[in-house]
C-alpha cells in the first residue's frame, strides 16, 4: 500500500489542522493504520491508531483529548483532525499502515508515507 500524507502547514499555538492520508494499493481494513510523529533531534513517536479489526482509536497521552483520528473507507483515506494545537506538537507527522499485531511501536508498521510538516507557533 503506498500513503500519501498531506495538510500539514504553519498555525497559531490553540489553533487547528486536519491532516489527510490516502492510500493506494489497499484497503484500510486490511491494515492496523497509526499516525505519527518526529521533531528535530528526537524519535518517531506515536500519536493515535486503530486496528484493522476496528474499535475505538488509541492515543498518546500528550494528544488525548485534542486530536482525532477518523477514515472515510469509500475514499480510503485517513484524518488526523488536531485541535488546540501546541508548540510541542511541530513536528513532521507520518501515517503508516501494518498487518502485524500491535499498534503504538513504529516498529511494527511496514508501511510509511512521507511526512507532513507541522508547525504551531507561540
Known amino acids: 500500500v503506498q500513503l500519501q500524507a498531506s495538510g500539514g502547514g504553519l498555525v497559531q499555538a490553540g489553533g487547528s489542522l486536519k491532516l489527510s492520508c490516502a492510500a493506494a494499493?489497499?484497503?484500510?481494513?486490511?491494515?492496523?493504520m497509526g499516525w505519527f510523529r518526529q521533531a528535530p533531534g528526537r524519535e518517531r513517536e506515536f500519536v493515535a491508531a486503530?486496528?484493522?479489526?476496528?474499535?475505538?482509536?488509541a492515543y498518546a497521552d500528550s494528544v488525548k483529548g485534542r486530536f482525532t483520528m477518523s477514515r472515510d473507507s469509500a475514499k480510503n483515506t485517513l484524518y488526523l483532525e488536531m485541535n488546540n494545537l501546541k508548540p510541542e506538537d511541530t513536528a513532521v507527522y507520518y501515517c503508516?499502515?501494518?498487518?502485524?499485531?500491535?499498534?503504538?511501536?513504529?516498529?511494527?508498521?511496514?508501511?510509511w508515507g512521507p511526512g507532513t510538516q507541522v508547525t504551531v507557533s507561540n
Open positions: 503508516a499502515a501494518t498487518r502485524v499485531a500491535g499498534l503504538t511501536h513504529p516498529s511494527i508498521y511496514d508501511y
Open positions: 494499493g489497499g484497503t484500510f481494513n486490511s491494515y492496523t
Open positions: 486503530r486496528r484493522k479489526s476496528g474499535g475505538s482509536a
